[in-house]
């Protein structure tokens, strides 16, 4: 129990909620023992409202996102309560207003928290109109608390500058890890194979969003300042965790053919799975020790396992004898060299955490590091092209006002004591997608009304102010740090405190909280609707464009292998940003096919095919991957005219794919048959046998490593143009339906 407390107050989700909790507190403990209790609850606010825009990233960007959000909430406020006397102005204005401060989410993540501040601070700010200099002391208090919880976020970030850093590479690792066990659960032969390949991509998703921020953390101090010793460490670590996940999806295995082969031998194939839990299980205890921040010590067990596969495979061949054991060794070798490049990396990410971490050679994977991040601009263009009903963000942005001015209407005629409550859930509650709209909804009621009963519960036991008090500032605590975990425990907590506050400011608290829950119903009925016949996004309408950027990105980086497969020499920034890319949208496919799952059975449209589309999309990546790693560990023979052939198959099969998501026909003169393939295939392996049949002084070694090349490259070639031709057949079949 003790360890898992321990483990929630270091987390990256405790110590956000711990400076935003600080910034608030100080404010009102502060103006309240000079008796100025609303100055301080003013300020806090602004801490409150600019708290949602620091996001992980550079130091210089968190700096200037926090500020221009503060200018933004005093700017929203004080243009509301400007106008608000003329109604005429007023309403065309706020709708105006609220449209374009949700159109902001265009410009990306830290655009969005910042819409969203600015949305909040549109909503409270009909809690209490101003007038006069009172709307404009309110403001630059609402712009001080800005700035305040400025300073407490550069001193939280000063005294532990790279705790958020090591936080989320502990988190990659730990995932990661889980991703080697799954590829370790293939190794039962009752394995539902389906299921551990879902769960695979559900990681995928997880640790693209991780890699993301990790980036911009990393390589945001990389460029920016002088590169420290403990930020090379990371991204040292990070580089190798992206190679190790490349090797996991790259290295695939017919597991039937293995099991069958190995029927009579099972012990040979539980070495090798115990070798691939163990690799596993190092990783997660290296997760573990950059959490406690301990000093680590190698084990040295993967030597071992890596050893007992190798005399698992010498007492294999010589039960079977040579002859017999060939094809079974074969593939035996083929794991244990993925092994062994699996442990090289682990080693790296070892010896970062020892003395001679500083020794290792980057060997010019910290070139051209800004292609790795997305760049921070802002044109005007950008806003103009998504207005549009093409665009999710315009469809939210409209169905967002419409919404609030619903809830509007709904607080002036009906019997709610204040409006503010309602627009100011519906912010909260609604999202562009259908599925996590209805989902926090559902959760926000909950919470708010386990919030309210265990807090009446309180307050009539413990009427007394001062533990009161406590209560708030713990209840703020917590409900912030739930708030990426549980949302539901994060609306239950955030009602608690709201309960607390008005018990300590009013003794007719019980009426007002009344008003509160009725608020909220009122609210996530609206936002809930609003999604629902609003000019609605369902998923199937995106989901083509998932689709067609993934294959998009496939496409590229098979290109890029097939350049460096010609050209050989260095691993190029093109060849890692191509990889990169192809990772992060077989996510983002992934990520939409959850969200499709999430919405109603009628708007499931096509979704058994667009699964099968993922998988494919997610085989034709480790298969490609497969194809490059092979390429960067071995030197490979020439590329010949028939390897181009196939290559151009498999690259016009994914292009036609995607024209056909942009509803385009390509008429090509040059189509390459099925037959001429299967011709160029019959060339390749004589190609490669007249090579082995020339090799004359060849030695055995030499000799196994170009079958192993023959094999493997060949098998590839011939997996891929299968892959792309299932995906351009069933990319018609979802255009058609």
Sequence with gaps: MLTKIEKFTDSTNFSNALRVTIAAVIPVLVCNYFNHFEIGFTIALGAFLTYPSDIPSSLNHKIKGIIVTAFLIAGVNLSINLTYPFPFIFYPFFSILVFILAMLSVYGQRATFTSFSALLTASLSFSHMHTGLEMIQYSALLLSGGFFYLIVSLLFHFIKPYRYAELQVAECIKLTSKYLKLRGDLWNSAADRKVILEKQLHLQVELNDIHHNIRRVLIGKQLNAVTSHQNRKMLIVFVSLVEILE?????????????????????????????????????????????????????????KHLEALETAITDYENELGKAEASEGVLMLKTMLEYAEKQIEKIKVIERAFTSVSNKYDFKGKDKDLDRFLTPQYYPISTLIENISFSSTIFRHSLRLTFALILGGIAGKFLPFQNVYWILMTIIIIMRPGYGLTKQRSIQRV?????????????????????????????????????????????????????????????????????????????????????????????????APEYLEKSIIANRNYLKEIFIYYTKKGEVTTSYRVARKNAFIEIGNLMASFQRMSQEPKSKQKNIVLLYKLTELNHSLLSSTASLGTYTQSHKTTASSRALTIVV?????????????????????????????????????????????????EIDEEDFALKMQEAQLVIEQLIWLTNLSESILKNTKKLMED
């Excluded at 790259?250 to 799975?273: C, G, M, V």
């Excluded at 099969?653 to 037959?675: G, R, T, Y």
Aim: aromatic share 12%.
């Design 648 to 696: 151009e198959k498999v690259l016009k099969n994914l292009e036609q794919s995607v024209a056909l998501l942009q509803n385009e026909s390509i008429i090509d003169p040059n189509e390459i048959s099925n037959e001429e393939i299967a011709n160029r295939f019959t060339e390749l392996k004589n190609i490669r046998q007249n090579e082995l049949k020339e090799g004359n």
């Design 446 to 542: 909950i919470g708010t009304i386990i919030g309210g009963i265990i807090a009446f519960s309180i307050l009539s036991l413990v009427p007394n102010h001062f533990v009161l008090s406590l209560l708030v500032i713990l209840c703020i605590l917590l409900g912030f740090s739930f708030t990426q975990i549980n949302y539901t425990v994060s609306a239950t907590f955030v009602t608690m405190y709201i309960v607390f506050i008005y018990g300590i400011l009013t003794t007719d608290y019980f009426n007002v909280i009344q008003f509160r829950i009725a608020d909220t119903f009122t609210g996530a009925l609206l936002a809930f609707f609003a999604n629902h016949f609003l000019w609605p996004s369902w998923e199937y309408i995106k």
């Design 247 to 303: 090797l996991a999806l790259s290295t695939s295995f017919d597991h039937n053919r293995l099991h069958q082969k190995f029927e009579k031998h099972p012990k040979t194939l539980a070495t090798y799975q115990n070798l691939a839990y163990n690799l596993a299980s190092t990783l997660k205890e290296l997760s573990k020790n950059i959490i406690k921040r301990t000093n680590y010590i190698p084990e040295h067990k993967l030597r």
